[in-house]
């Protein structure tokens, strides 16, 4: 059974960072793509990040780039998301997602085939 858990959401003031964790398991991700995405209240999944588990490349949403990376760690399973200079409009539920994306990534939600609960992050003003 797949299972991603995401953890290291929480409050920071604008301007700071936060790191996300995403734990993966249950089958090998190899030609894999992990993806981030996020939703703010009232508005719909916005894609943010993706990484291809095999080769490592990354692909970014324009609103995040400079300021967002993520990477992995194949020993232990997991993704992270670097998040600096939050903003405020940065606030949302960040979830990890996981899925073939024919071997490429995906900003579509329904490219991916498993998600994540979900963790708040909150950039205050």
């Known amino acids: 059974q797949v299972q991603l858990v995401e953890s290291g959401g929480g409050l920071v003031p604008a301007g700071d960072s936060l790191r996300l964790s995403c734990a993966a398991s249950g089958r090998s991700f190899s030609g894999w793509t992990m993806g981030w995405f996020r939703q703010a209240p009232g508005k719909e999944r916005e894609f943010v990040l993706a990484?291809?588990?095999?080769?490592?490349?990354?692909y970014g949403a324009d609103s995040v780039k400079g300021r967002f990376t993520n990477s992995r760690d194949n020993a232990k399973n997991t993704v992270y998301l670097q998040m600096n200079s939050l903003d405020p409009e940065d606030t949302a539920v960040y979830s990890c997602a996981a899925g073939p994306c024919g071997g490429t990534y995906s900003r579509d939600p329904s490219g991916y085939s498993y998600w994540g609960q979900g963790t708040q992050v909150t950039g205050s003003s």
């Open positions: 990484i291809m588990w095999s080769s490592g490349r990354t």
